[in-house]
């Protein structure tokens, strides 16, 4: 299996919005609306942000939204703040019953 | 509050096997939930390697498939992982996380995992 495609870096400045794609195939992410999102900061395990496309577990900000079209989810954030700079990856569950993860994005805060 | 923790040796020979355990308190390895691995070698992305169910049954990665085996001992309510036939590109950071429908929700530490002689 392939992993899904991320942009390898996006930059925003403070207060501003930014969108991450994750691309994948009719196999993954366009088959099923089982796309997560994971924060993960250096040196730390991933966080949970967004499952099944665009819900957010508790305590996750409302600054974090998911959505979906066809083969393609996406990360957005709105209001950047300093402490989500971080790597994010996205991840689907796949129809050959296994976990694909994005490639990660590195999110800079300018 | 549910938390895992991943233990094993931390480093392993080339050829050899590597063997982690993750000890799952909070929840019980019998619950309705998959035990996953997932590893991240340095400085590069996430990889799920494989999971497996309470009734022993699993999920693995097609391109680690014939190396991987993840057990799980109720008992002790904990799984394992074995990788057979390692080499330097299995050094990584190996985490044990718990999936509940199709995401990941609790993810241990991580421990680091390097494949030298």
């Known amino acids: 299996q392939s992993a899904l495609t991320q942009p390898a870096s996006v930059s925003g400045s403070p207060g501003q919005s930014i969108t991450i794609s994750c691309t994948g195939t009719?196999?993954?992410?366009?088959?099923?609306?089982?796309v997560s999102w994971y924060q993960q900061h250096p040196g730390k395990a991933p966080k949970l942000m967004i499952y099944?496309?665009?819900n957010r577990p508790s305590g996750v900000s409302n600054r974090f939204s998911g959505s979906k079209s066809g083969n393609t989810a996406s990360l957005t954030i709105s209001g950047l703040q300093a402490e989500d700079e971080a790597d994010y990856y996205c991840?689907?569950?796949?129809?050959?019953?296994?976990?694909?993860f994005g490639g990660g994005t590195k999110l800079t805060v300018l | 509050q549910v938390q895992l923790q991943e233990s094993g040796p931390g480093l392993v020979k080339p050829s050899g096997t590597l063997s982690l355990t993750c000890a799952v308190s909070?929840?019980?390895?019998?619950?309705?939930?998959?035990w996953s691995w997932v590893r991240q070698p340095p400085g590069k992305g996430l990889e799920w390697i494989g999971e497996?169910?309470?009734?022993?049954?699993?999920n693995y990665n097609p391109s680690l498939k014939s190396r991987v085996t993840i057990s799980v001992d109720k008992s002790k309510n904990q799984f394992s992982l074995k990788l057979s036939s390692v080499t330097a590109a299995d050094t990584a950071v190996y985490y044990c996380?718990?999936?509940?429908?199709?995401?990941?929700?609790?993810w241990g530490q991580g421990t680091l995992v390097t494949v030298s002689s």
């Open positions: 996380a718990r999936r509940v429908r199709w995401h990941h929700d609790y």
């Open positions: 909070g929840d019980s390895i019998s619950s309705n939930n998959w």
């Open positions: 497996i169910y309470h009734s022993g049954s699993t």
């Open positions: 009719s196999s993954d992410v366009g088959a099923y609306n089982y």
């Open positions: 099944d496309v665009s």
């Open positions: 991840s689907s569950y796949t129809s050959s019953s296994t976990v694909v």
